[in-house]
């Protein structure tokens, strides 16, 4: 989940908005977790936060020189695309996400693709997905329909092992102030409130607006299973061959092919035979600073009963990003 105290961008600063962390919200924890799990639970945050810190400090300072005193030009002088090959922004893996599927969606035809967020709690991650996506649209032309999913009470109460409730609990990460997130959220963003198991049927997902990135920040194993359940539209063309799919809760050694996120996605592609989600194959080869930690969380829905009539426009959709856009 996201650390940061606040979030928003200077226009909106100036607007007089902004949107914040509430205060620390310690949640309610069961006898029996406390006699187990002493701190467990109420130090997962204190830990994400050290990680940013120490990932910041790994990718940078480990990397060469020379890349480091580049960077100072490519912020300053920099095109987008460069800021994006050099990790520039902060939250990369969107920039890097949002650029993949809009060029995708460009050698496709197709104009308009839709943008989720699963795990919206205070807003940090929508409102920079949605900066990032007018700047990918200025750039590339392809328009964005962006959405954020999330309860609106903090996570639900966990149904069973695979849930880790010595890492989660019910009421963690709330979201503070719903009408104030969605006073800054521009014409093209929504947020759609309630149990992901209810809410995803009911989305109106079509060929006229695919699905080409997503972001999951649902930490239980069963909310990201109800999630997952977008990618099963019985039309292939409700989504971008290759859908660049995030996923945030996969990087403590609690983590596991069986429980959380990486359970999920296990069960999703043994129930599934034309929809996989995998890896990024080969991502940290083609990106500059090879140590970004954020790598390892980028994954690709494979669409793998997209029409055979866009075949080869598809294969090249699996490009590498170019500083061209080419």
């Not at 924890?29 to 467990?40: D, G, L, V």
């Not at 050698?107 to 943008?115: F, N, P, Q, S, Y």
């Not at 149904?159 to 104030?180: I, K, V």
Request: with cysteine; hydrophobic share 40%; proline share 6%.
């Amino acid at each position: 989940m996201e650390t940061e105290s606040s979030v928003i961008s200077s226009s909106r600063r100036k607007s007089g908005v902004v949107v914040e962390r509430g205060p620390a919200r310690q949640p309610s924890r069961a006898p029996s977790f406390n006699s187990r799990f002493p701190k467990t639970r109420r130090t997962v945050e204190a830990l994400k936060q050290r990680a940013a810190w120490a990932a910041l400090l790994r990718e940078r300072l480990s990397e060469p020189l020379h890349i480091s005193a580049l960077s100072l030009l490519v912020l300053a002088f920099g095109s987008f695309r460069a800021k994006v090959y050099f990790d520039i922004y902060r939250r990369p893996q969107h920039a890097f996400g949002l650029l993949y599927a809009a060029d995708q969606a460009n050698r496709l035809g197709v104009k308009t693709i839709t943008a989720i967020e699963f795990g919206v709690a205070t807003g940090a991650g929508l409102v920079n997905i949605c900066d990032l996506a007018a700047t990918v649209s200025k750039e590339t032309g392809v328009n964005f329909n962006i959405v954020g999913f999330d309860s609106g009470q903090g996570m639900p109460p966990p149904r069973d092992y695979r849930d880790q409730s010595h890492l989660y609990a019910a009421g963690d990460f709330p979201m503070a102030n719903e009408a104030q997130l969605r006073s800054v959220l521009p014409t093209n963003a929504q947020l759609v409130i309630g149990n992901v198991a209810e809410t995803v049927p009911r989305f109106e997902l079509g060929p006229d607006s695919p699905l080409g990135f997503v972001s999951v920040d649902l930490d239980y194993y069963s909310s990201t299973v109800d999630a997952l359940r977008i990618f099963e539209r019985e039309d292939p063309k409700c989504f971008l061959p290759t859908t660049l799919a995030i996923f945030d809760d996969i990087w403590m050694a609690d983590h596991n092919p069986w429980c959380g996120e990486l359970g999920a996605i296990a069960d999703f592609n043994e129930r599934n035979a034309l929809r996989k989600i995998a890896p990024f194959t080969f991502l940290r080869n083609q990106r500059l600073l090879k140590k970004a930690q954020w790598i390892d969380h980028i994954f690709l829905a494979h669409i793998l009963d997209y029409p055979h009539a866009v075949a080869n426009q598809r294969h090249r959709g699996a490009a590498p990003i170019s500083l061209s856009g080419r």
